[in-house]
């Protein structure tokens, strides 16, 4: 089980862009990574995958506005947000898994409002 720690939220406006990044304390080579996001009263969903062989999926909600990229030298995973919306805003959460094993990072706030 890999530590995980997301970076990268904070307060934009509508339309504007943020970078998050998750961090693995060890290597991520063999996990499916993905983004979910929780906003309150929501269910938690998942926003993007990638798997080991850079596969990716999106929710529709996302698709054209959010891309998933990992670097496995770096042991990291990005989730670059473009035309943010205040509809995107939540806790985003890193997740890996290897098989039936999951980690989870802390979580990182994105506020999207004018």
């Known amino acids: 089980q890999v530590q995980l720690v997301e970076s990268g939220g904070g307060l934009v406006q509508p339309g504007g862009s943020l970078r998050l990044s998750c961090a693995a304390s060890g290597t991520i080579f063999r996990l499916y990574m993905g983004w979910y996001r929780q906003a309150p009263g929501k269910q938690r969903e998942l926003v993007a995958g990638?798997?080991?062989?850079?596969?990716?999926n999106y929710a529709v909600s996302v698709k054209g506005r959010f891309t998933i990229t990992r670097d496995n030298a770096k042991n990291t995973v990005y989730l670059q947000m473009n035309s943010l919306k205040p509809e995107d805003t939540a806790v985003y959460y890193c997740?890996?898994?290897?098989?039936?094993?999951?980690?989870w990072g802390q979580g990182t706030q994105v506020t999207v409002s004018s």
């Open positions: 990638i798997t080991s062989d850079n596969s990716t």
């Open positions: 997740m890996g898994r290897l098989n039936i094993y999951n980690s």
